[in-house]
């Protein structure tokens, strides 16, 4: 449970709190309506009053940290813990596992389940999972592996990938309606064009891995799972990443052995499938959702996403040295819980040229495309000639080819807006015109997207021709 879930019960348990007097009532109303100052003075003279009410310190507490003011809150959040207060454990709890210390939130725990024990009430299912997870990372940061971060990039959620800068011998990353395969958020591609792995849902609703091969138009063909022993883990895996090895998979998966939502896995394939996975461990992972790592061994540059950092509708990409072997940093270095969180990417940049590292990224193109692509075939007449291009490949031109490349994008663009339309249109239809605007603005979505696309299209032919 994180920190945001646990505020959004404060309203909902105003009533099962126990209210002990009837001045409060005014401060929680104030809170509910988000006049948090106003509550806040209120609060304050009453806990003058009644410095030891577990009531009045949890709400003070927690309007507190309504007001981003959490650090302040931490004394009166210890004070209803003291007083008897179960939610006032419960989010210490979770705030010393964001702090990464694992022995007080273990302690909190335990106050948490006691509270609740002794008003004879039930201990929620998922406090156990809780504790698990904080078992594992009170071992894993023992372990934290040194790297060296040369960036980090907040980029919106929606298709965080197409910020990856790949080198073609990496491989590639691409969405689904490049890919040709509906319902898949972003699929990876080897060099060699011949297969791709991705997640779907299964029967019962949890994403498994999948691999298919590529046909040479693109067509995906004879999908079926990834064998190997336990890769979801009981939960859900997404966002595959295969190395130029062909046997190395790193994925994410919030299932057994993560810390928190989404984790970053590894395995290795031998003849019988891939074998039992294994945690990546600190600082790729945390308390939250990290994901989708990628692994350029021609640049020697690695890249992962995560929510770490809490920005609504954003993700963080960080940006890596890959370590010939891993090092890890001593369990007894001061800044052993900076360097797991990475609280500050420059203290991870000793003995780095960082420079150099960010220019073999800027010498690559986003998403270099070679030869055949899943999506990338067409048919354009090049000038007046009887020349007709069909593939990436044909072009002779780097410029012409990123150019069309942006194209084929665009035209990605171009289908999922069909399809939303589609699907409002047919709503419409049957009697529900709530999305009559929407509609609207994706008509005219389509149309600057279509000409965007056209002009892309002219703009490749011309640069082809003039480097002919």
């Not at 209803?80 to 909190?108: K, P, R």
Request: charged share 25%; aromatic share 8%.
């Amino acid at each position: 449970m994180t920190l945001k879930r646990i505020l959004t019960l404060i309203i909902i348990l105003a009533v099962g709190i126990g209210v002990s007097a009837a001045p409060i009532d005014d401060a929680r109303r104030l809170y509910s309506e988000g006049d948090y100052e106003g509550a806040l003075t209120k609060l304050t003279t009453l806990h003058k009053k009644k410095p030891r009410d577990g009531t009045i310190n949890y709400w003070l507490a927690a309007t507190l940290t309504a007001l981003d003011r959490t650090d302040e809150a931490i004394e009166y959040y210890e004070a209803a813990e003291t007083a008897g207060v179960s939610d006032a454990a419960l989010f210490l709890a979770e705030h010393c596992t964001n702090a990464y210390l694992f022995e007080d939130a273990i302690a909190h725990y335990d106050s948490y389940e006691s509270i609740l024990r002794k008003n004879r009430k039930m201990v929620p299912e998922d406090v156990e999972r809780q504790r698990s997870s904080i078992v594992l990372m009170a071992n894993m940061i023992q372990r934290v592996e040194r790297i060296a971060v040369v960036d980090s990039i907040v980029v919106d959620t929606e298709e965080f990938f197409r910020h990856y800068r790949l080198s073609p011998e990496a491989g590639r990353l691409v969405n689904g309606a490049t890919a040709r395969l509906a319902d898949v958020e972003v699929a990876y591609i080897p060099q060699n064009n011949t297969e791709i792995i991705y997640s779907v849902p299964d029967t019962t609703g949890c994403y498994v891995l999948m691999s298919a091969d590529v046909l040479d138009d693109g067509t995906v063909d004879h999908p079926q799972p990834l064998e190997g022993d336990n890769l979801a883990g009981g939960g859900n895996a997404e966002y595959p990443f295969l190395l130029s090895d062909g046997l190395t998979l790193y994925y994410a998966h919030d299932g057994e052995g993560s810390i928190g939502g989404y984790d970053i896995f590894m395995t290795r394939r031998d003849e019988d499938g891939f074998l039992q996975p294994q945690n990546i461990g600190m600082p790729y992972n945390s308390p939250d959702d990290d994901y989708m790592l990628a692994i350029d061994e021609t640049t020697g540059v690695g890249w992962w996403a995560t929510d770490r950092n809490h920005i609504p509708g954003k993700v963080t990409i960080y940006v890596f040295v890959v370590n010939d072997s891993r090092v890890n940093v001593p369990a007894d270095d001061p800044q052993l819980v900076q360097l797991a969180r990475i609280d500050d990417i420059s203290l991870t940049q000793s003995d780095i040229d960082v420079q150099a590292v960010c220019d073999r990224i800027d010498q690559l193109s986003i998403v270099e495309i070679p030869g055949t692509t899943p999506g990338a075939t067409f048919t354009i007449p090049i000038g007046s000639t009887s020349v007709v291009y069909h593939n990436l490949s044909d072009f002779k031109s780097d410029e012409a080819r990123r150019l069309m490349f942006k194209a084929i994008d665009t035209r990605a663009g171009i289908q999922r807006l069909e399809g939303q339309l589609d699907t409002l249109r047919a709503a419409y239809r049957a009697g529900d015109t709530s999305g009559a605007i929407n509609i609207l603005d994706l008509e005219q979505q389509l149309d600057s997207t279509r000409s965007t696309y056209n002009d892309l299209v002219n703009q490749a032919i011309q640069t082809e021709l003039n480097n002919l």
